[in-house]
């Protein structure tokens, strides 16, 4: 089915350590983005990119990257792991253009840092 | 700076009574106003969008959210609750012509039997 691929569903990591969340979507959207879903702060944008080899910092970039090398993929690289960092992320992409249109989201990603 | 503010965090009614969810925005141009439910341990689901023209939306599952420029306001309505509504509710603001989303702390919907 057509949508936003995340893997994996689920992660724990030791602090220091490093990992790759990956997201893939199959719909051609232009505008990928990265948030972080903590309880009671909604979500808040990690990264974002409007296309291939574009990407800019959101609300909390800190302790993240990204590229972005195709269409269809938009990794989010944690560099060395912190418990701040537990939380869900979810990747989400939509259609330039069409500022109404509406972000699709994928299910997520639940990273437990100890 | 742009936000949104959804005052309460939690809200609990019972089934077959109507709901409103309360939603205020800022932001300096014409705003792209979403809502998403998140049921638990799922990802999000668009309900409805604004962009321009009528202002009360109609949306998926029998929401309408009413936007009010004057007040800043996009509130979400049902006029009645079933056990399955029960979830988190988030509304949102679609900004550099929605490059990005900027989102709302969420309220937790519980349905009483």
């Known amino acids: 089915n057509a949508g936003v691929t995340q893997t994996p569903k689920f992660q724990v990591l030791k602090t220091g350590q490093s990992m790759t969340l990956q997201c893939a979507q199959d719909m051609n959207h232009e505008y990928m983005s990265w948030y972080r879903q903590d309880p009671g702060m909604g979500l808040r944008l990690i990264h974002y990119s409007v296309g291939a080899g574009i990407t800019d910092q959101g609300e909390v970039p800190n302790g993240y990257n990204v590229s972005r090398s195709t269409t269809e993929d938009f990794p989010l690289r944690l560099l060395s792991a912190a418990p701040s960092q537990t939380s869900v992320y979810f990747c989400?992409?939509?259609?330039?253009?069409?500022?109404?249109?509406?972000?699709?989201f994928g299910s997520g990603t639940r990273l437990t840092v100890v | 700076a742009q936000s949104v503010t959804q005052p309460d965090i939690h809200i609990t009614v019972s089934e077959g009574a109507s709901l409103e969810l309360r939603c205020n925005y800022s932001y300096g141009a014409t705003p792209y106003l979403f809502w998403y439910v998140q049921s638990p341990g799922q990802g999000l689901q668009l309900l409805l969008k604004?962009?321009?023209?009528?202002?009360l939306v109609q949306g998926i599952k029998g929401f309408e959210a009413e936007f009010k420029r004057s007040q800043s306001s996009f509130n979400l309505r049902k006029p009645s609750v079933h056990w399955s509504d029960a979830a988190e509710y988030f509304c949102a603001v679609g900004i550099q012509g929605a490059q990005k989303l900027v989102f709302g702390q969420g309220t937790r919907l519980t349905i009483n039997p």
């Open positions: 604004y962009f321009s023209g009528d202002t």
């Open positions: 989400a992409s939509t259609k330039a253009g069409t500022p109404n249109y509406g972000y699709t």
